[in-house]
Nanobody, 120 residues
Framework: VQLQASGGGLVQAGGSLRLSCAASTRTASTYRAWFRRAPGKEREFVAA????????WYVDSVKGRFTISRDNAKNTVYLQMNSLKPEDTAVYYC???????????????WGQGTLVTVSS
């Protein structure tokens, strides 16, 4: 399974971006997630969605600003990011897997990452 992330770019603070993560094949992955790694920091959980249930999870710092969603027909997960802040600047990675703790990094499949830069 290959995950292809796209949609990153340069945006001013307060702006919006939508990231996409398309999977090459359908998997038994129960969860799809987004992580990010800011310069000099560890990889951080951002959001996750249950593929069959549609249940969602978010890190506190993005609640109310980011929305994760899925398109089952396209086998694609999206991350709509609004009211972006300079501290959201990071490489964003999508992930897929079957695991018990959706905020952990123990996902089996990872995308290549897409860079989001938010200028002040």
């Amino acid at each position: 399974v290959q995950l292809q992330a796209s949609g990153g770019g340069l945006v001013q603070a307060g702006g919006s971006l939508r990231l996409s993560c398309a999977a090459s094949t359908r998997t038994a992955s129960t969860y799809r997630a987004w992580f990010r790694r800011a310069p000099g920091k560890e990889r951080e959980f951002v959001a996750a969605i249950g593929w069959s249930t549609g249940n969602t999870w978010y890190v506190d710092s993005v609640k109310g600003r980011f929305t994760i969603s899925r398109d089952n027909a396209k086998n694609t997960v999206y991350l709509q990011m609004n009211s972006l802040k300079p501290e959201d600047t990071a490489v964003y990675y999508c992930a897929a897997g079957l695991l018990s703790e959706v905020t952990s990094t123990n996902y089996r499949y990872w995308g290549q990452g897409t860079l989001v830069t938010v200028s002040s």
